[in-house]
Every structure is written in C-alpha cells, then in structure tokens.
T-cell receptor, first 112, second 117 residues
Framework: GQQVMQIPQYQHVQEGEDFTTYCNSS?????IQWYKQRPGGHPVFLIQ?????EVKKQKRLTFQFGEAKKNSSLHITATQTTDVGTYFC????????????FGSGTKLNVKP | EAQVTQNPRYLITVTGKKLTVTCSQN?????MSWYRQDPGLGLRQIYY???????DKGDVPEGYKVSRKEKRNFPLILESPSPNQTSLYFC????????????????FGPGTRLTVL
C-alpha cells in the first residue's frame, strides 16, 4: 500500500546550525504538504507543493518537491529555538487524491 | 474565531463502552478528516468526508464509524473500543478537497487523548 517514509526520526542541533528532513513515497504523489507540530500542540500547515521540481521558500525554510513527485524535503537554515517541534510531510496519492498519507515525522530539538 | 473544535479533550474509558468524539468547524469547509497519532507512526487517516453525506475510509478505518449529516460536524464513533484504540485523535478540515487548490490546507483541532482500559 501507499507509504510515505520520513527521515530522520530525531535531529538535535545547536542553534544556528542547519536542519533537513526528507520524505519519500513508494508511489507518485499528486501534491505534498508540510506541517509543524509544537510539543503538546496540533499540526499547523506550513506549505503545499504541487508541481514537479517545485521549490518554495518561507524566510529560513526551503521546501522542495522532487522531479518524479515521489520525494520532498524541508531545509531550515540557521535554526532558532522557535523551530523546535515535529515536522510532518503529508502526501496525496495520485490514485486517490482524497486520502492523505503522513510521514512519521522528524522531531527537531534546538539547543541554545 | 475560525477554528476546529473537538470534545472531549481527554477521555478514559473501558473496553466495549461505546463513545463518540465530536468535531465541529465554523469555516464552512467541505473536506473533513479524522486522524490518529501514535508514537513513531505519525498521523494515520481514519476516515474522511468530501461533503455532507459523503464519507470514505482512510488508511485505518477498522473499529471506527463516522457520519456527516451537517457540513460543520463530523463525529467519530467507536462502537466497541479496544485498548489498541488508545491514541491521540485529531480532526481536521479544509475548504476545498481539490488537489491543486490553494485552499486545501488542513486546519486541525486541538486533539482528543483517548485511553481505553
């Protein structure tokens, strides 16, 4: 069945270091969304990527969607303590785009 | 304030005792969905609804039921809860279910932590 794998599971960085999380799907995705969940909170939407090879930036965050629409990444430059949380990707299958498949998440800890 | 609300926020129950978790959104969203979140597994979709009276199974529908009689409400029903349904549950909604729409970001409720003994 459809799977979206996300790595790494955990990442501990010093404040100011960069951070990247990767998602890979077993099948082609129609689009991919990224969410952030703060400790004890609920997921909050960050961005959506739809086109093959798409790159979007939000301040220190850069999101990429692979050419084959099977992988995506989120890169944070110069992390801050406010970046702490778990980052999830969520893909919509090309076969049934009404369903969402979330990655298992990457938990980011930033040491000041 | 635009929001998704869930009730209850916390629930401890016993095996076999039917329960309902309510979800309501005040944004006139078409698409609504239920997820469960378990450590190391991320969020897994239980059921979703494209609009009133239109529901379909997600990835892990076994043991759950839903209904969508009104656009704003999407209750999750556990007819006979079992300990393996102990989890954190999130309801989410989005304006449009269409893939390329700019309006299909999902808004999540605050979550319901369910423990089944």
């Amino acid at each position: 069945g459809q799977q979206v794998m996300q790595i790494p599971q955990y990442q501990h960085v010093q404040e100011g270091e960069d951070f990247t999380t990767y998602c890979n799907s077993s099948t082609t995705l129609s689009n991919i969304q990224w969410y952030k969940q703060r400790p004890g909170g609920h997921p909050v939407f960050l961005i959506q990527l739809v086109k093959s090879g798409e790159v979007k930036k939000q301040k220190r965050l850069t999101f990429q969607f692979g050419e084959a629409k099977k992988n995506s990444s989120l890169h944070i430059t110069a992390t801050q303590t406010t970046d702490v949380g778990t980052y999830f990707c969520a893909g919509r299958s090309s076969y049934n785009f009404n369903k969402f498949y979330f990655g298992s998440g990457t938990k980011l800890n930033v040491k000041p | 304030e635009a929001q998704v609300t869930q009730n209850p926020r916390y629930l401890i129950t016993v095996t076999g005792k039917k329960l309902t978790v309510t979800c309501s959104q005040n944004m006139n969203h078409e698409y609504m969905s239920w997820y469960r979140q378990d450590p190391g597994l991320g969020l897994r979709q239980i059921y979703y609804s494209m609009n009133v009276e239109v529901t379909d199974k997600g990835d892990v529908p076994e043991g759950y039921k839903v209904s969508r009689k009104e656009k704003r409400n999407f209750p999750l029903i556990l007819e006979s809860p079992s300990p393996n349904q102990t989890s954190l549950y999130f309801c989410a909604s989005s304006l449009s279910p269409h893939v390329s729409s700019s309006y299909n970001e999902q808004f999540f409720g605050p979550g319901t932590r369910l423990t089944v003994l």
